[in-house]
């Protein structure tokens, strides 16, 4: 029985159908809903908000090869975005120079590839970054991270023919050879040039997670003292890992420079490596889908709740405070709890349960946006009024308290009446 | 010799800020593992209580009271906020305070505007206090020296000459033994954390009129506060306060130093119009700490006088 | 004579003041099975790491086949053809069992720091990983994450990522430790069978899996080995029975009984 067994080694591994539903198929889904999207005709802001998506979908996946496959917390991973993207800026520069000017290799060099430069030069920074930082994890490499993070920021200030000071350094993306009939002037041929380069940034990252060094990261992030027992440096694996995320970062860069077609040292700040970890922690960091779902959701909220409410900073934190504290699987998570849930036997039972805890989250949230949204109106002083569905909600008036008091307090209420049920329920 | 001495009297007093503003967070960061993101948030809380309070009463009023209230909002992150997350590893407590530090700056934002508020030096203290080579020395600078040295008397106190005290040392350096001795082990910590927070108010009270009250204080502050209790060690006040003034007095001094690139390398043929000859020390300033705390952490990662590595 | 598997001469370490292993000597020939035994806190365990990599010796020499490795690196170590397992398991919790053993597996086929090659495609790998599961006895748990294994099988877990890697020189460190008799018998064998041919240096409290196994057995007593031979001169050494007081020394007599 036994020899079968192993000669029949490939049956342990998934079947081919498995390897298709869980690997192919999903990529092969998302790859086609960014190329049927087109065909709805969408708006030009709508565009430029797919094409941001787009961008911020492969920075945060590959934010997400340091935190969630190698455990490494990053407060810099703007650095080789940024890195990456003023030098497609660069590139793209002297494709301009070039064509107008004797030619030479610039003046063959399409903008459709710019984000392979932008990958090399992330790559670079983080094979010279790295080599310091990677030798050790948890909080002395998020220090280092945030060490490095700052000089290059300062830096970005001082050198001037490289970060452009404060205006930046700007291109122009209609020059060179035309690739595919784009002339990636007009917004919907950018568009095509994000798809290309979103789909092969995350069929990359994905693939890479399914490399021996991909699978011997996770092995590091997880059990460190064990790796050095089957032959592996650790050291090595994170150092190695730490390259491949900064090219990522850099190729998506490269993409922003071809979007933007600007890029100021703000590029490299600490903000955009705050979000990039926003967008990955809110989406899930244990799942490959987390950082696509927080990169659409951070970048729709950024662009969209902005025009909306002022205090959107403060929805954001308060929606990664809660992650942090009571989800820490990311939407991703939560979208995979309800998955499993709804085909378990106690279907009916976590209904409810879920049915308790959405009525005093809603509940909660209404009483929170009521009571933000009256404060900065008092706050700003313009005597300017918060009025949601023809309501009238003065910060004096008593039906306004009542609204914002009484949500609150039922939610949190609800809240914690469904956690105790559910501590007695496994009691 | 002017500027030597103006910079290092106002070298001192920016290095014992630091030291109040890291004092805390070297407590909570020994004894919890957590280097808290939003220490410098509620050094900010501190600067803008005291000036809702001396606005309404008075400084001293505010001197007081200020900082408690900061320690009491602490101590409730800790028991609602910060006890929840701990399960989860350092990671996730860091990730907390990253988060919160993003709260506290959006709420600062909407209660007292974007911009700077009026926070001024009582005048009691508005006054020049001595002359020094023509120029007038502001009493209030002296006051924070004092303030300063007060709390670092009142900490070596209680840390040497009280029980609680030799609780919180023994932790500092054995974080684990505590429990086993039998101490409320969540209660000594819900109390630390509210304690360095309320030390990170009383940083806030003195600096924030000292230097400005405005939102962006926090994120200027926090990072230069991580570089000092790195730098300082694991479990050491004392390299804490080392950092604190190497990093005051490089920073002050740093600044008043008018020299570029072109003059110390000019004999490399560095020239004064190039763009890293005319890079001035002084614009380095701002980056010295970070640089400090990258080349601490890959030569020397226990710190100046930590007793563990990070 | 031949180049023994493992030579240790005059090894000594010291943390601070205190010095844990006082020159030991000991010489394990190819294929050998030696078991290391002694009282608690008599160094068992700061020998295994200094043979393996984890901690630097004062002073002193380790070879395996003649080469120096003392003060190397585990890697580097392990790359030479020693590999150990821990006393506490010590698996990769959140990947399923196959994917334990293939970690194991992939540094000594040559995929090392591989980013170009699909882990799924390498037949030789999934082949050698099958065999190793096979082995020890775990192939139908093979899908099943390392972490929710009962205890029994994670202990024999932890010892087919140890022989995964095809190590001539194997170190086991406390293998049946928490195990009830059939666990401890079922292991025995398993290990007997799956070290088969190879070099076996096992730490171990349960003197029937001592006396069972070893070809040899040394006897370590305050960072000093007392006693090395046969089971049974050790069983009659007077100093052995000195070393092991009261309970543990009827324990001794009753199971070379």
């Known amino acids: 029985m036994s020899d079968q067994t192993v000669q029949n080694f490939e049956s342990l591994a998934p079947s081919a159908g498995q390897k298709f539903t869980q690997r192919v198929l999903p990529l092969a889904v998302f790859a086609l809903i960014i190329l049927i999207i087109p065909m709805f005709n969408p708006s030009n802001l709508m565009l430029t908000l797919l094409n941001v998506m787009g961008i911020n979908i492969v920075f945060a996946l590959s934010y997400n090869m340091l935190l969630g496959r190698g455990g490494l917390l990053s407060f810099g991973h703007a650095v080789y975005f940024g890195l990456g993207g003023y030098a497609a800026v660069h590139a793209m520069r002297a494709i301009e120079n070039a064509s107008y000017g004797d030619g030479g290799f610039w003046a063959s060099y399409p903008v459709f590839f710019l984000p392979v430069i932008g990958f090399g030069v992330g790559a670079l920074a983080g094979a010279i970054i790295g080599w310091p930082s990677c030798r050790r994890a948890g909080t002395p490499f998020a220090m280092i991270s945030l060490g490095v993070a700052e000089l290059i920021a300062a830096a970005g200030f001082m050198f001037g023919s490289i970060f452009g000071g404060e205006e930046g350094i700007s291109g122009d993306r209609m020059n060179g050879p035309e690739l595919f009939g784009l002339s990636l002037g007009p917004i919907n041929e950018v568009y095509w040039f994000i798809a290309f380069w979103t789909i092969l940034g995350t069929v990359g990252i994905y693939a890479f997670t399914r490399t021996p060094l991909g699978k011997m990261s996770e092995a590091t992030r997880d059990n460190p003292e064990r790796v050095e027992f089957v032959g592996y440096d650790p050291q090595r694996v994170r150092y190695l890992v730490f390259i491949f995320a900064g090219g990522f970062a850099g190729l998506a860069g490269g993409m922003a420079a071809v979007q933007y077609e600007i890029f100021t040292p703000e590029a490299v700040s600490l903000a955009p490596s705050g979000m990039v970890l926003l967008m990955a922690y809110i989406g899930g960091i244990r799942y490959f889908a987390g950082p696509i779902l927080g990169a659409v959701v951070l970048t729709y909220m950024q662009s969209m709740l902005s025009d909306y409410s002022e205090a959107w900073l403060l929805y954001l934190g308060i929606l990664f405070m809660a992650i942090v504290m009571f989800a820490p699987g990311g939407l991703a998570g939560i979208v995979a709890g309800l998955f499993n849930g709804l085909r378990a036997d106690d279907r009916s039972e976590r209904v409810s349960k879920w049915a308790i805890m959405v009525v005093g989250c809603v509940l909660a949230f209404v009483g929170l946006v009521a009571l933000v949204e009256v404060a900065i109106r008092w706050s700003n002083g313009y005597g300017e009024v918060f009025e949601p569905f023809g309501m009238h909600l003065p910060t004096a008036s008593v039906l306004t308290w009542v609204l914002i008091v009484l949500p609150l307090a039922a939610g949190f209420a609800i809240l914690r009446f469904g956690a105790t049920r559910n501590k007695e329920g496994q009691a | ?310 | 004579m031949t180049v023994a598997a493992l030579s240790i001469t005059d090894l000594k370490k010291n943390f601070g003041p205190a010095e844990i292993i006082r020159g030991v000597n000991l010489e394990i020939e190819k294929g050998e099975r030696h078991a290391i035994i002694g009282p608690n806190g008599a160094g068992k365990s700061t020998l295994f790491n200094l043979i393996s990599g984890g901690y630097h010796p004062s002073s002193g020499s380790i070879k395996l086949n003649g080469a120096e490795i003392g003060g190397t690196k585990p890697f580097q170590i392990n790359r030479m053809g020693l590999s150990r397992s821990f006393q506490v398991s010590n698996i990769f919790a959140n990947m399923s069992v196959r994917e334990n053993v293939r970690c194991g597996v992939l540094y000594s086929m040559g995929y090392g720091y591989s980013f170009w090659r699909n882990v799924g495609n390498l037949k030789e790998v999934q082949r050698k990983t099958a065999e190793i599961l096979e082995r020890v006895d775990l192939l139908d748990k093979a899908n099943l994450p390392a972490a929710l294994l009962p205890y029994a099988d994670q202990r024999t877990l932890e010892i087919a990522i140890t022989i995964a890697g095809g190590a001539e020189v194997i170190l086991l460190d406390e293998p049946t430790a928490g195990m009830s008799h059939s666990e401890t018998d079922r292991a025995v064998a398993l290990i007997k069978q799956a070290t088969e041919g190879k070099t076996l240096l096992i730490v171990e409290h349960d003197m029937g899996v001592v006396f069972n196994m070893a070809d040899r057995i040394s006897v370590l007593v305050y960072g000093e080995i007392i006693a090395t031979g046969k089971p049974s001169e050790i069983r009659g050494d007077p100093k052995v029975r000195e070393a092991y007081l009261g309970d543990e020394a009827d324990a001794l007599e009753g199971d070379a009984a």
């Open chain 2, 1 to 310: 010799m002017e500027t030597i001495v103006f910079s290092l009297l106002n070298g001192v007093i920016y290095g014992l800020l630091l030291f109040m503003l890291s004092s805390g967070l070297t407590l909570i960061f020994s004894m919890m593992g957590v280097l808290n993101f939003a220490h410098a948030s509620f050094y900010m809380l501190g600067a803008y209580f005291a000036y809702t309070i001396s606005e309404a009463s008075s400084f001293w009023i505010a001197l007081i009271f200020a900082p408690i209230l900061v320690g009491l909002i602490g101590a409730a992150v800790e028991r609602w906020g910060l006890r929840t997350v701990h399960v989860n590893g350092h990671v996730a407590e860091l990730l907390f305070t990253f988060g919160l530090a993003y709260l506290i700056d959006e709420v600062v934002k909407i209660i007292w505007g974007r911009n700077a508020v009026d926070y001024r030096v009582p005048e009691l203290l508005d006054f020049p206090l001595f002359e020094l080579f023509g120029a007038q020395y502001p009493a209030y600078r002296i006051f924070t020296l004092f303030v300063a040295l007060a709390m670092l008397a009142g900490l070596w106190f209680i840390l040497n000459r009280t029980r609680a005290g030799l609780i919180i040392q023994a932790a500092l350096t054995h974080p684990h033994m505590v429990g086993h001795l039998g101490h409320n082990v969540p209660r000594i910590f819900m109390t630390v954390f509210g304690v360095g927070c309320a030390l990170a108010g009383l940083a806030g009270v003195i600096g924030g009129n000292y230097l400005v009250t405005d939102p962006a204080m926090a994120v200027q502050m926090g990072p230069i506060v991580f570089v000092v209790v790195v730098v300082g060690g694991l479990g050491s006040l004392m390299g804490a306060f080392l950092a604190a003034m190497l990093l005051g007095l490089l920073q002050t001094f740093a600044v008043a130093i008018d020299t570029r690139f072109a003059d110390i390398f000019g004999f490399l043929g560095l020239s004064e119009t190039s763009e890293v000859g005319a890079i001035s020390i002084a614009s380095l300033a701002p980056m010295l700490p970070f640089l400090l705390l990258v080349i601490i952490l890959m030569v020397r990662p226990r710190g100046l006088m930590g007793d563990r590595e990070l």
